[in-house]
């Protein structure tokens, strides 16, 4: 038999912002993007992030699979200066619309995701 939860729900994700693409004074790399992720202000709160997974999740006009929703997968690589924000690869570059009206959501265990 099976107990009932006692407590609080626990939620296995963070919520970020996608604040662009990695960039220098001329160029973009859009093959790696910048997220703020929610509560994390510190190059050492990052450290814990490094190699966790991404989830960019849209909503799609057209059903695919039995369903609206499409994810993008991705990798936090590193930190990227001193506030808490982080580089991370998706499996496919983020598009452009995604850093206008975008949150992610990472998870703290090995499948986060990320949503809209």
Same mark, same amino acid.
């Given at each position: 038999?099976?107990?009932?939860?006692?407590?609080?729900?626990?939620?296995?994700?963070?919520?970020?912002?996608?604040?662009?693409?990695?960039?220098?004074?001329?160029?973009?790399?859009?093959? $790696?993007?910048?997220?703020?992720?929610? @509560? =994390?202000?510190?190059?050492?709160?990052?450290?814990?992030?490094?190699? +966790?997974? %991404?989830?960019?999740?849209?909503?799609?006009?057209?059903?695919?699979?039995?369903?609206?929703?499409?994810?993008?997968?991705?990798?936090? $690589?590193?930190?990227?200066?001193?506030? @808490? =924000?982080?580089?991370?690869?998706?499996?496919?570059?983020?598009?452009? +619309?995604? %850093?206008?009206?975008?949150?992610?959501?990472?998870?703290?265990?090995?499948?986060?995701?990320?949503?809209?």
């Amino acid at each position: 038999m099976v107990k009932g939860r006692q407590g609080e729900r626990v939620r296995l994700y963070v919520r970020g912002t996608i604040l662009g693409y990695k960039r220098s004074k001329s160029n973009q790399y859009p093959n $790696t993007s910048l997220i703020q992720i929610e @509560g =994390v202000n510190t190059k050492e709160e990052v450290a814990w992030y490094a190699g +966790k997974r %991404m989830a960019y999740i849209y909503k799609a006009k057209v059903k695919k699979n039995g369903s609206h929703y499409r994810c993008i997968w991705g990798k936090v $690589t590193r930190p990227h200066g001193n506030s @808490g =924000v982080v580089r991370a690869k998706f499996k496919s570059n983020l598009p452009p +619309k995604s %850093m206008v009206r975008m949150e992610i959501e990472s998870e703290s265990s090995c499948t986060p995701a990320i949503y809209e």
